[in-house]
Nanobody, 121 residues
Framework: QVRLVESGGGMVQAGGSLRLSCEAS????????MGWYRQAPGKQRELVAD???????DYADSVKGRFTISRDSVENTVYLQMYKLRPEDTAVYYC???????????????WGQGTQVTVSS
């Protein structure tokens, strides 16, 4: 059974930093793209950043230059280093991992339970 376990959320003042971690396990197939999404109250879940197995990254415009995503493919762990946090970064952050199922030839999305990040002004 695939599990994504997140850690590192919390409360910080504006301008501060946090680092999120997510360890994935339990897949019979390789974890493909891994990333972080967030959902603020009353808003839709949105992509924050993701990273492929080759290290290619994609960031939301609102976090470019402030957040850095990285991964350890051996340990199936993805990190999100967040700098210069703003109140508008407040949200529940969800880890996502995509697995390519060779039986069905489709990608399957797996999600973590979410970790709260709160940035006070």
């Amino acid at each position: 059974q695939v599990r994504l376990v997140e850690s590192g959320g919390g409360m910080v003042q504006a301008g501060g930093s946090l680092r999120l971690s997510c360890e994935a396990s339990g897949s019979h197939f390789r974890f493909d793209t891994m990333g972080w999404y967030r959902q603020a109250p009353g808003k839709q879940r949105e992509l924050v950043a993701d990273i492929t197995t080759r290290g290619s990254t994609d960031y939301a415009d609102s976090v470019k230059g402030r957040f850095t995503i990285s991964r350890d493919s051996v340990e199936n762990t993805v990190y999100l280093q967040m700098y210069k946090l703003r109140p508008e970064d407040t949200a529940v952050y969800y880890c996502n991992a995509k697995v390519f199922n060779r039986m069905t030839m489709t990608f399957i999305d797996y999600w973590g339970q979410g970790t709260q990040v709160t940035v006070s002004s």
